[in-house]
C-alpha cells in the first residue's frame, strides 16, 4: 500500500458495546498496524434521544481491554453540529441539495398509495418540483422544512473489498434527508463529513451498510471530495441467526471480561468470524494476527457467535500465556470473589504461581482457577457429598493414616517419591491403588477431579498435605 491507511470505528453510546462493534473495531485495527496506518475512534453522539455520555467510557474501557485505543484524539460528532449544518447549506447553495416542506401526513400518505400501486414506498420529490416563488413562500410562513440531498440519473458503483464491484441504480436511491427540520444534520451527512475531515482511506464496517454506501457516495461527489475504499464484512449472528445487537439484549463485551474470558481469546476469536488466515491453525496471539491479517481474505458469508467456541478459545489461550500474565488477572478473581484482598494476596504469589500451573489444564475461564484452586489457598473441610460417601469410609482411615505417616517419613517429598509410598502402602494393605487416590484427593483438596494426585501433592507441599490427611482421619474417627 503506497500511503498508510487511515481507518476508523465510531460507536454510539445508545448502548454497551456489543461483540459486533467489538469485532469491526479489531478488522480496522488489523488493518491499519498491518499497514503502518492509523486508526481512529470516533464517538457518534448526534442523537441527543438516544445517546447516554455515561455509556462513552464503559465502551471506550472495552475496547481498552481488548487492546484498541485511539491514535488521535477521540472525536465527538456532539461537538461539531456547527460544521455540519455550514457543510449543509453549502449543498444548498450548491443546488445539490434542496428544501421539502412536505409534512409527516403527507409522506404517510405518499408511502401508502405507492404501497397499492405496487411501487417503493419512495419520496416522490415533491420538494423539487416547487418554484422558488412557492419556496419564498413557505419560508416566509415559516413552514418546517427538511433539506433532501438530489440524486442525479445514472447508477452507480464502488469496488468492495470483501464483495468486489457492487452497482445499484440511481433511480432505487431515494433522495435522502441531509439536514432535519430543526437544521440538524443526519446520520449520512454527519458520517462523510466526519470521514472526509477525518483523512479516512478506507471505510470498514457491516454489511448492514451497503445500501447508506451508497447515499454517502453521492454525498462526497456533491462535495467534490474523494471516495474513500468501502469493505463490507458479513455481519455476526447470534444461534438463532438474528444479528447481534444491543436492543435484542445481546451481552456486551464487559461482561465477558468479567466472565472470565482473556482479551486475546476474544479478540482471536472475534478476529476469525468473518475473516481466515487461510491455514488450519486457529489460535493465534494479536502479534501474529498483526503479521498475517490481509484483507483479501475477508469472508462473505455471516458468521455464528458461538458462546461455547468462545470458551474453547479461552481454554486454548490460558494453556498457551505464561504464568506470569494470568497470575494478576487470577488474583482478580480472587478479590472478587471476596476470597482475599489485594494484601494478602500479594502475600502469596508463589502459590498463586504453582496453583495456576498445576490447576489450569482443566480451566476454561478465570473464574475456573477460583472453583478448581481455592483449595490451594485454606480448605474448610467440606467434601465433595457424592465422593466423600462413596471413598470416605471407615475403611479409608488406616490406609489415610498409614498414607500420612510414610509421607513424613519421606527423604525426597518430589512426585516419583509420593507415587512409590503410595503404590507401597497399597500393595502392603492389599487394596487397589484407586481405593488410595481418591480419599487421600479427597482428603487434601475437597474434590473428585482434579490434576494427576501426585502433581497436586507435591505442588500442596508435605506440611499441608500431611496436616490435611491428619484431619481428615480425625474427622472420619469422629474426632
Known sequence: MATPPRVRIAPSPSGYLHVGTARTAIFNWLFARHHGGQFLIRIEDTDAERSDPALVDPILDALRWLGIESDEELVFQSSRKDRYAELAQQLLASGHAYRCFATPEELEEMRNQARAEKRPPMYDRRGLRLTDDEVAANLAAAKPHVLRLRIPDGETTFDDMVAGPITRQNKDIEDLIIARSDGSATYNLAVVIDDHEMGMSHVIRGNDHISNTFKQIHLYQAFGWEVPRFGHVPLILRPDKKKVS??????????????????????????????????????????????????????????????????????????????????????????????????????????????????????????????????????????????????????????????????????????????????????????????????????????????????????????????????????????
Not at 246 to 262: A, F, N, Q, S
Not at 407 to 419: K, M, Q
Request: with cysteine; aromatic share 8%.
Open 246 to 479: 444491543k436492543r435484542l439484549g445481546d451481552k456486551d463485551v464487559g461482561e465477558y471480561r468479567h466472565d472470565g474470558i482473556l482479551p486475546e481469546a476474544m479478540f482471536n476469536y472475534l478476529c476469525l468470524l468473518g475473516w481466515s488466515p487461510k491455514t488450519d491453525r486457529e489460535h493465534y496471539t494479536v502479534d501474529e494476527l498483526v503479521t498475517i491479517f490481509d484483507d483479501a481474505n475477508f469472508n462473505a458469508s455471516n458468521a455464528v457467535f458461538d458462546e461455547d467456541k468462545l470458551s474453547a478459545f479461552n481454554k486454548a489461550h490460558i494453556q498457551l500465556a505464561d504464568v506470569d500474565v494470568l497470575l494478576p488477572r487470577v488474583v482478580r478473581e480472587y478479590v472478587s470473589a471476596g476470597i482475599m484482598t489485594e494484601a494478602s494476596a500479594s502475600d502469596q504469589t508463589e502459590r498463586f504461581r504453582t496453583m495456576i500451573a498445576t490447576v489450569r489444564e482443566r480451566t476454561r475461564r478465570l473464574s475456573d482457577f477460583v472453583s478448581l484452586g481455592s483449595y490451594f489457598f485454606s480448605f474448610d473441610y467440606t467434601y465433595d457429598e457424592k465422593g466423600s460417601a462413596k471413598h470416605l469410609t471407615a475403611e479409608a482411615v488406616p490406609l489415610l493414616t498409614e498414607f500420612g505417616t510414610r509421607l513424613a517419613a519421606l527423604d525426597r517429598f518430589d512426585e516419583p517419591s509420593v507415587e512409590q509410598v503410595l503404590s507401597e502402602v497399597a500393595e502392603e494393605r492389599g487394596v487397589k491403588r484407586a481405593q488410595l487416590i481418591h480419599p487421600t484427593r479427597l482428603a487434601v483438596s475437597g474434590m473428585t477431579v482434579g490434576p494427576s494426585l501426585f502433581t497436586l501433592l507435591v505442588a500442596l507441599g508435605r506440611e499441608t498435605v500431611i496436616e490435611r490427611v491428619k484431619k481428615t482421619v480425625a474427622i472420619l474417627s469422629g474426632g
